[in-house]
């Protein structure tokens, strides 16, 4: 867990209802350039060992963190996936279907193949862990590639929802820097 960003959550983070936590202050909208450095250096110890070539995420929310990670594994490349919602305009891409929760629509998620070498080390790094499926059709499009995946990190994992358990039982190293319980009444509880 990374203090800062934990305080962040609970000084400038929003509820809304009792599933979506907003953090446009410091993350979605605004960027805190501190605490992106910081989380980006978390996230860098963490799999510095594993060695990774690429940090793949997803556009738009989870290019910021991932830049910040990509720099502090040592200047390594950064590749988003694109979002599409049809599939067909994706000649020569690799494609993988993935339902957005907080849009409550399926995407398809696009990378092109000469970003993703063959045997390729890939980190992903997204800004939320909810139900897991951003970080499910992102493991798709690394083996797609013939790529390994190192493990994936996120800033925040809404504990509640149940993508972080369904991946670290398929044996994924998971790491988020701060980890939700509940949203009640509105209040973040970490
Ligand atoms: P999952 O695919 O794990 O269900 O959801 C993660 C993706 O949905 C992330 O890429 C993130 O952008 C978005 N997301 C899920 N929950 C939230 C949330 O509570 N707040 C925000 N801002 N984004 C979320």
């Known amino acids: 867990m990374l203090r800062a960003l934990e305080e962040a959550i609970l000084k400038q983070g929003i509820g809304i209802g009792n599933s979506v936590v907003k953090v446009d202050m410091f993350l979605n909208h605004r960027i805190d350039t501190d605490l992106l450095t910081k989380m980006g250096a978390e996230i860098a110890e963490h799999f510095a060992g594993e060695k990774p070539d690429i940090v793949l995420t997803v556009e738009a929310s989870g290019i910021a963190l991932a830049v910040a990670c990509g720099i502090a594994l040592g200047n390594i490349p950064v590749v988003f996936a694109?979002?599409?919602?049809?599939?067909?305009?994706?000649?020569?891409?690799?494609?993988?279907?993935?339902?957005?929760?907080?849009?409550?629509?399926?995407?398809?998620?696009?990378?092109?193949?000469?970003?993703?070498?063959?045997?390729?080390?890939?980190?992903?790094?997204?800004d939320f862990l909810a139900n897991g499926e951003a970080i499910q059709a992102l493991m798709s499009l690394i083996q797609q590639a013939n790529c390994k995946c190192v493990g994936a990190a996120v800033a925040i994992e809404k504990a509640f929802q149940p993508g972080g358990q369904a991946l670290r039982e398929k044996g994924m190293d998971i790491l988020s820097l701060a980890s939700v319980k509940a949203i009640e009444d509105g209040k973040i509880v970490l």
Do not use: E
């Open 82 to 126: 694109k979002k599409s919602k049809a599939s067909n305009q994706a000649k020569g891409m690799l494609s993988a279907k993935c339902y957005s929760f907080t849009h409550q629509k399926s995407n398809h998620l696009l990378v092109d193949p000469n970003y993703l070498p063959k045997n390729s080390k890939v980190l992903i790094v997204d």
